[in-house]
């Protein structure tokens, strides 16, 4: 049972390029979560979706990042025109547990960004 | 605002000396408390705690939660060099999977 699978594992942009990171969950998972790590920092919320809803981005800013979970096919977090801020490490993480039980997240080996 | 705040920020010890890691917490409808390793990849799960008193195991680790006091520690018995890492305390708050995360404390053990 293969694990949270995260590409690409890393990823050098120039500022103003897009970046585009996907994740597929663990099988039989249908929610997916992202979080943003910066260097000496806390993983960040960003944002969590289950299949064609997204549930909660409150963690996203609004502006220039974007995320989906489509019926079919991975997970994508998209950030245009990237920005130096914007270097950090993304993590992915699934669960199969509903609202209504608690449970851990099972994390993805991340995704690092760097924009020149 | 939620936080979670962990210490001591980074910890260098011996092998088989034994830590304690510690996580303190401010959240609105606390639900759940987890403790993860995090070596150069991707964080593993250690422990969730969700009631008070009641100590978790596995092996040399072990952590308990106070609920009242909004703190939970985690214990490494026998350190070895294999447990350096960095290890991160999460809280859930009631119903919304937005799990906070402490910016982690950074162990080493030295051989």
């Known amino acids: 049972n293969a694990g949270v699978m995260q590409n690409p594992r890393h990823l050098v942009r120039r500022r103003g390029q897009e970046a585009r990171l996907r994740c597929s969950p663990m099988?039989?998972?249908?929610?997916v979560y992202w979080y943003r790590q910066l260097p000496e920092e806390g993983l960040k919320f960003m944002v969590y979706l289950q299949k064609e809803n997204i549930i909660d981005e409150s963690g996203m800013p609004k502006e220039r990042f974007s995320a989906e979970f489509p019926k079919e096919g991975p997970s994508i977090l998209r950030i245009q025109q990237v920005v130096r801020g914007d270097s950090a490490a993304y993590f992915c993480?699934?669960?199969?547990?509903?609202?209504?039980?608690?449970?851990?997240?099972?994390f993805g080996e991340g995704s690092r960004l760097t924009v020149l | 605002e939620d936080k979670v705040v962990q210490s001591p920020l980074s910890l260098v010890v011996h092998e088989g000396d034994t830590v304690t890691l510690n996580c303190s917490y401010e959240?609105?409808?606390?639900?759940?408390l987890l403790w993860y390793k995090q070596e150069k990849k991707a964080p593993t799960f250690l422990f969730m705690l969700?009631?008070?008193?009641i100590e978790k195991k596995s092996g040399r680790l072990s952590s308990i939660l106070d609920k009242k006091e909004l703190f939970s520690i985690l214990n490494i018995t026998a350190t070895q060099t294999g447990d350096s890492a960095v290890y991160l305390c999460?809280?859930?708050?009631?119903?919304?999977?937005?799990?906070?995360f402490g910016t982690g404390t950074r162990l080493k053990v030295l051989a």
């Open positions: 993480a699934s669960s199969p547990w509903t609202r209504a039980i608690s449970g851990e997240l099972f």
């Open positions: 999460a809280v859930e708050p009631s119903g919304t999977y937005k799990y906070i």
């Open positions: 969700t009631s008070s008193g």
């Open positions: 959240v609105t409808n606390f639900r759940s």
């Open positions: 099988k039989g998972h249908s929610h």
